[in-house]
C-alpha cells in the first residue's frame, strides 16, 4: 500500500526573532523627546525615567497565577516578558538600567532555572542589571552628583479607559524628587508613531491573523456553533504563528448578535448555534510579542450571500474602501469618520431603505443610528493604544462622534484601524422611530425586513504614509472573494488566496 501523501502546511508564515535593539530604539527616541521637551521649557537636562513593570496576578483568593502579558509601556520601552521587574533609562547619558525580583532558592523547583543578571542584560541588550531592593541604592550612588536625583516616573490618564497608569514605588523612594506630569504624555506620543521594527511585527501579527480568518472562513458551517469558529482561531494563531495572546477578547457573533458590538464577554460567550442564512460578524486578533492586530470580516455562514446581505455588506465594504482611499499624513480623522458614515447612508437611500436627503440626515446624525462606534483607533502594543486625545483635544458630544477613540489629524507612521460598520439595533432604532425628525427618513417597511439582521463591520489595519497609506491586513473583501474562499474554489483557500497589490496598497 502506498504510503499516505504529507498533509499540506497550514501556515506559510513562522514566528520571527524579535531584534531587542527594537526597543532600544524605542528608548533612545524617548530621551530625545525628553531633552527637547526640558531644554524648551527652559529645565536642566538631568533625571532619570523609572517604570515599574508588571506583576503577576492569581485569580482572585487562590493560588492560581494567571497567564501574565507585560504592562504596555514597560514591553514598549524594555521589552521584558518577565514580571517584577522596574526599569530606568538616564537622561543624561542614555543608559539603561534593569532591576530584577531577587528570586527564593524554591523558584528553581518550582518554576525553573534562575538566571543570573547577566543573562538578562545580554538578552534584553540593557547597559545595567541589578536586583529590585537594590534600586535606592543603586540609583544614589551613580546619579548623585547634581543633588538628589530626580526621577520622571508615570502617572496619567487612557483617554480609552479613564484608568490611570500606575506610577512606580520603591522602599526608599521618599529620598528621591519625583516628576509625575512630565512623562506621560511624551512617552504616549512616541507610541503613537511606529518605527520599521515595530510596524514588521503589527504586519506579522496581520499576516498570521489573516491566514486565521480566512480558515475559520473556510470551515464555518450552520450547526456549529460560535465557539467553535473562536477555537479555530486561537489554534491557528498559536500552532502556527506563536501568538500565546490576543488584542483583545474574540466577537465571533452570528445572527442578530452580531448587532453586539462587543459581544463574546462572559455573560454572551460565543455560545449560540450557526443557523443557515445567518450573517457572521467575526472580529479577533492574534498578538505577538505584545503587538496587536485587530481584523473584523462578515460573511454568510451558508458561503453565498443573499439580497440583503449583499446590501448591506457593500454599504460597509464602500465606506471601508472610501476611508482607505482618502487616507493620508494630513488628513483629519473625524472628517473620515463622516465620509464613512455619509457613504453608508447614500447607499441605504440608494436602496431605498431610507429616503430624503443625505445632508439632512448627518445634520440629525442617523450615521449614529446605524453606525454608533468610531470609525477606527490606534493600534500598537494595546489593541486601543493610547494617544487618540493628547492635551488639547477635546472628545466631540454628538452621537456616534462622542464614541471616536481619537479626531487627530493623521500623521506618517501611524497604524490605525478602519472598522466602519453597519447594525440594525433596536435600541437605536425604536427612538429614532419615535423621533418626530429622524422617522421620515427611514423606510420602516423596509428596515422590518432587516429587525433580525444583525450588522456587518469591515476592520483592517492601516499604516499611514506620507502621500497615502498601507493596508496591512490580508482577507477576502469583495463578495465574489468570500464565496470563492468559502465553497473551496480557492484551493488551501488560506495559503493562496492573495490579494491584489492595488487592494492592498490604496
Known sequence: MAAAAAAPPSSSLAPPEVPMELH??????????????????????RGLVLLQGGEEQTRYCTDHLELFRQESYFAYLFGVREPGFYGAIDIVSGQSILFSPRLPADYAVWMGEIKPLSYFKDRYKVDMVFYVDEIAQVLQDRFSDHGKPLLFVLYGKNTDSGNYSKPASFEGMEKFDSDLSTLHPILTECRVIKSDMELALIQYANDVSSEAHIEVMRRARPGMKEYQLESIFLHHVYMYGGCRHCSYTCICATGENSSVLHYGHAAAPNDRTLNDGDMALMDMGGEYHCYGSDITCSYPINGKFNGNQTIVYNAVLKAHNAVIAHMRSGVNWLDMHKLAEQTILESLRNERILHGDVTDMMAQRLGAVFMPHGLGHLLGIDTHDPGGYPEGLERPKEPGLSSLRTIRELKEGMVITVEPGCYFIDA???PARDDPVSSKFFNWEEIEKYKSFGGVRIESDVYVTAHGCKNLTNCPRETWEIEAVMAGSVEDGLLEYRPSKTERYK
Open 428 to 430: 437605536l432604532l425604536i
Open 24 to 45: 532600544a530604539g524605542n528608548r533612545d527616541r524617548l530621551v530625545a523627546a525628553l531633552r527637547a521637551h526640558l531644554s524648551a521649557s527652559g529645565r536642566p537636562l
